[in-house]
């Protein structure tokens, strides 16, 4: 059996304890044709710059291309996030000692292991969701190819966890000392959902959390895996050098703000994309039915209705963080990593920002995703969009919001809806 084929099967299982794979793939089919359409993303723009010496990369010894990416796609360093289950492509590189390391920003995702043969990228791509690559480690010269994965990626970034569309996936589980997961002890898929004590399960974490409690910074046995833990040693850490040598990466920092940001992230991304797609699609089963039931141009059809309702209603909830875990006391970072991300969105004519953190009682001092505000977003079909702001703006001026939106106070609601209608000139297009 080829090591490819072995990776195949043990990527399937660990998927298999998290959600079921889907069946076949609808994004491959028309109107999205997953695999066939040409990416425009930040990953694809790059390699199109290399190609025309717009751009170089450099190599370096003992991060390859790694800190150069992350310069020419401005991830920033503090993002560092570090995961030491073997729970991704390059699992043989992946342990306690040398856990992969994850950077990102708004649009990119990437992945680096200790002596790796690649760095692994996802990017979010406004039309066809999540497009994977990877990019050799070895020094291939200033304009190296990043090259686009189609089928591998897929067998866990494709499935009920990812929203039925090629997406973003962050889990929790317990690992042994060589961070093999304990499956017998389960695993989860972890969002800004997911309550605190139940995150980070084969993650290493920095900063202080107060009494909280959660499962980065823990190894056991199986046995104990199954029975209560005790994660005393792995709380408030704000340190990670007596677990592995922190001089072999960028930082010594897994930031515990750069995670939450990062599993909220995930969320929001993956709805964004289930709402592109369903449009699409809706629109063009519509068009092919009213062609064969001989319908006039355009009609439409009670099912394109639902299936626009529906995906607008799911991005509205996550936009809007419902079902958000509370925090019971202030986290705090170590990175520097809540500092960049605060300094880096709009702000309106009150000095406010949707990337206000307020990480004392939930993230957010103002309810909202910022990645309203992204490209992804704003790059939905013009009847999605519009969809989801109206819905939005209904939300926003209900006296009393449906029990769904019961965690918004009164003033969280005027200050949402007073910054979007400064920075998102279509949302305050949809006042009532």
Request: net charge neutral; aromatic share 6%; proline share 6%.
């Amino acid at each position: 059996m080829t090591c490819r084929r072995t990776l195949f099967l043990l990527l399937s299982l660990l998927c298999q304890t998290s959600g079921p794979l889907p069946a076949q793939d609808d994004f491959e089919d028309p109107p999205i044709e997953y695999s066939r359409s040409t990416p425009d993303n930040a990953v694809s723009r790059l390699q199109q710059r290399l190609q025309n010496q717009q751009s170089q990369l450099t190599w370096d010894p003992e991060f390859g291309y790694l800190k150069s990416v992350l310069h020419e796609l401005q991830i920033p360093v503090q993002s560092q996030s570090l995961v030491f289950s073997k729970t991704s492509l390059q699992l043989r590189r992946i342990s306690p000692r040398t856990p992969r390391a994850l950077y990102f920003n708004d649009d990119v995702y990437l992945g680096f292991c200790q002596q790796g043969d690649v760095l692994e990228l996802s990017a979010v791509d406004p039309l066809l969701g999540t497009v994977f690559y990877t990019l050799s480690q070895q020094d291939s010269g200033p304009a190296p190819a990043f090259v686009r994965n189609t089928d591998n990626c897929l067998v866990c970034h494709s499935s009920s966890r990812t929203d039925g569309v090629p997406g973003h996936l962050a889990r929790s589980l317990l690992t042994d000392r060589s961070g093999q997961p304990l499956l017998s002890a389960g695993s989860r898929n972890v969002n800004h959902t997911t309550p605190v004590p139940d995150r980070w399960g084969g993650w290493y974490v920095t900063g202080t959390h107060g009494n909280q409690k959660h499962l980065g910074n823990l190894i056991v046995t199986e046995a104990e895996a199954n029975g209560p833990l005790d994660n005393t040693k792995g709380l408030n850490r704000t340190s990670l050098t007596d677990l592995f040598p922190t001089s072999r990466y960028l930082t010594g920092h897994s930031d515990i703000v750069a995670l939450m940001i990062l599993e909220h992230q995930i969320l929001v991304h993956n709805r964004i994309t289930r709402a592109s797609f369903a449009v699409r699609e809706a629109l063009h089963y519509e068009t092919t039915m009213n062609a064969t039931l001989q319908n006039p141009a355009g009609t439409r059809l009670e099912s394109t209705t639902r299936r626009i309702s529906s995906a607008a209603d799911k991005l509205v909830e996550a936009l809007l963080l419902c079902d958000e875990a509370p925090l019971t006391a202030t986290m705090t970072g170590t990175s520097g990593f809540a500092e960049h991300f605060a300094a880096t969105g709009p702000r309106d004519s009150q000095g406010r920002s949707l990337r206000d953190l307020d990480m004392q009682t939930r993230m957010f001092r103002y309810p909202c995703s910022y990645l309203i505000l992204s490209p992804a977003f704003q790059a939905l079909h013009p009847e999605m969009k519009s969809a989801v702001l109206t819905r939005l703006q209904n939300v926003l001026t209900e006296p009393t919001p449906a029990p769904r939106y019961s965690h918004l106070s009164a003033t969280d609601r005027q200050n949402i809806r007073e910054i979007l209608s400064e920075l998102l000139p279509e949302f305050a297009a949809t006042t009532r």
